[in-house]
């Protein structure tokens, strides 16, 4: 690629230039909410001989494995341990993030016995985000149901942190915190580049670092939102400047007394639109997740995406929704790989039929705004994303959100060649010789905004970072309405 070093320079000089600005806004939001989904985590880091004993005393698993890394078999749910090792081989072969729901406590248990987990923490689309997004310092309210006193442990303890309590004051969560014991529990096997598992002397290593999970979540798995919060919440979201709702991965298509994700996902739509219309001012934004179910998927593009004002979602779920809409062209560009042009006109396809003002795709070494004029201009657009990948490589290279010091650490780290090649790849496309190096550009009714992001080579924590990067770019990037 011609200039590789003057457009590699000019993105870091960019990033060194903006980002105080998105410290700035974070320091002025009058607050966020984030929900509907926190949970407690049993982390565990893929132990090669664990697994090779497992699939030998069990040929059948062995054979699951096999067939898994070399076809799509993703089962909707995990009903049995067949069921679990496809999805983990799925994940692993292709250095894929996934999430499936354990519908049976029996397969829970006999995950727990036959893998177990390293730690705990918090977990949960909203949790992650509510934890990672604190040290920020902006108020923050998070939804937990029910939090008990494991899972109120697990959220920082920082006085901006707060929870809707049930008398519809804001507390600590330690200070809110009802009963006791562990109600739910998502299992993270997480995998580095390059690990190799046997199976029956076949060896099978993944491309890249990326992590499967198996969520065991009875209590929550209907996504119902308590009544009474819901009732608090109208009175007090004019406090507010910004919603991320996200959970909805933990839905099942039907349930043993006859409901289906219909009967939960409808309310839900609806008391969004009366937050919306008693609050005009909030900017919501819905945070996709792995998703096996179209009939889900499907509801959410009916009843979700257009009651809210912006979506985060990676390449694969981009993917699923376009085949769900019956784009199925766009979709199969997109998989093929058919570069950049794919995903713009997938994001065009799923802008127009939903009405969204703002989608954000985060995928491997860059993300991908399109923005409806009038929404946000540009630059602050821009300035979201910075913040996240800047957020998003301090966080994975420490573990943790530090300090403003702390978070400009992860300007150290490099740009992929690749990702700097779809600048100008993009800028092709759509006619404008600047976009490689300003990210910033017109296409179609949209505005454009792209960012190569920094790569940490050796990762301390992945789990948790796409809901972290949608949420900061999100907050940054969408100016609250008046």
């Known amino acids: 690629m011609a200039n590789v070093e003057h457009i590699r320079n000019t993105w870091d000089q960019l990033y060194r230039e903006h980002l105080p600005q998105g410290f700035a806004t974070v320091r002025e939001l009058p607050g966020v909410v984030v929900g509907i989904h926190s949970v407690i985590d049993g982390l565990k880091r893929l132990d090669v001989a664990q697994i090779e004993k497992i699939l030998e005393e069990d040929p059948s698993l062995a054979d699951a494995a096999l067939e898994a890394s070399q076809e799509d078999l993703v089962p909707g749910e995990i009903n049995t341990p067949r069921d679990f090792v496809i999805g983990l081989f799925t994940s692993f072969s292709r250095g894929k993030a996934l999430q499936l729901m354990i519908r049976q406590e029996s397969v829970f248990n006999w995950i727990l016995e036959k893998l ?27 939804y937990a149901n029910p939090l008990t006193r494991e899972l109120a442990e697990l959220f920082v303890e920082r006085p901006n942190l707060k929870v809707l309590a049930a008398d519809g004051t804001l507390k600590a969560p330690k200070e809110a915190a009802q009963g006791e014991g562990i109600k739910a529990l998502h299992m993270i096997v997480e995998y580095s580049t390059g690990d190799t598992v046997t199976v029956k002397g076949k060896k099978i290593t993944t491309p890249r670092a990326n992590r499967f999970i198996a969520a065991w979540n009875p209590v929550n798995n209907k996504l119902q939102i308590d009544p009474t919060w819901k009732e608090n919440f109208l009175a007090i979201a004019g406090q507010f400047s910004h919603f991320v709702v996200s959970g909805f991965h933990i839905l099942s298509e039907r349930y043993p007394d006859g409901t289906t994700y219909a009967d939960y996902l409808t309310p839900v739509a609806d008391y969004l639109a009366e937050v919306r219309a008693r609050h005009p001012h909030l900017r919501l934004h819905y945070e996709f997740a792995s998703i096996a179910s179209s009939q889900i998927r499907q509801g959410i593009l009916k009843e979700i995406l257009p009651k809210v004002h912006s979506l985060g979602l990676n390449e694969v779920e981009l993917a699923a929704v376009l085949d769900d809409m019956g784009a199925t062209e766009e ?6 790989g058919e570069g950049m042009a794919s995903v713009l006109e997938g994001m065009d396809r799923l802008m127009r039929s939903t009405g969204l003002d703002r989608i954000q795709l985060h995928d491997l070494g860059y993300y991908l705004t399109l923005v409806r004029p009038g929404y946000a201009s540009r630059e602050t657009t821009r300035t979201g994303l910075i913040l996240a990948a800047t957020l998003a490589a301090s966080r994975t290279a420490t573990g943790k959100v530090g300090t403003e010091e702390e978070i400009r650490q992860g300007l150290e780290f490099p740009f992929m060649d690749v990702a700097l090649e779809k600048a100008v790849e993009i800028g092709e496309f759509i006619g404008d010789e600047q976009f490689a190096t300003t990210g910033l550009g017109t296409w179609k009714e949209w505005d454009v905004a792209y960012l190569p992001t920094r790569v940490v080579p ?24 008046v």
């Open 116 to 142: 177990g987990y390293d730690y705990l923490r918090m977990g949960g689309t909203s949790g992650n985000m509510a934890n990672s997004l604190s040290p920020l310092g902006f108020p923050m309210v998070v």
């Open 331 to 336: 979709a199969a560009a997109l998989r093929k």
């Open 458 to 481: 050796k990762p301390v924590l992945t789990v948790g970072l796409g809901d972290l990067i949608s949420a900061s770019a999100f907050v940054v990037g969408s100016p609250a309405g």
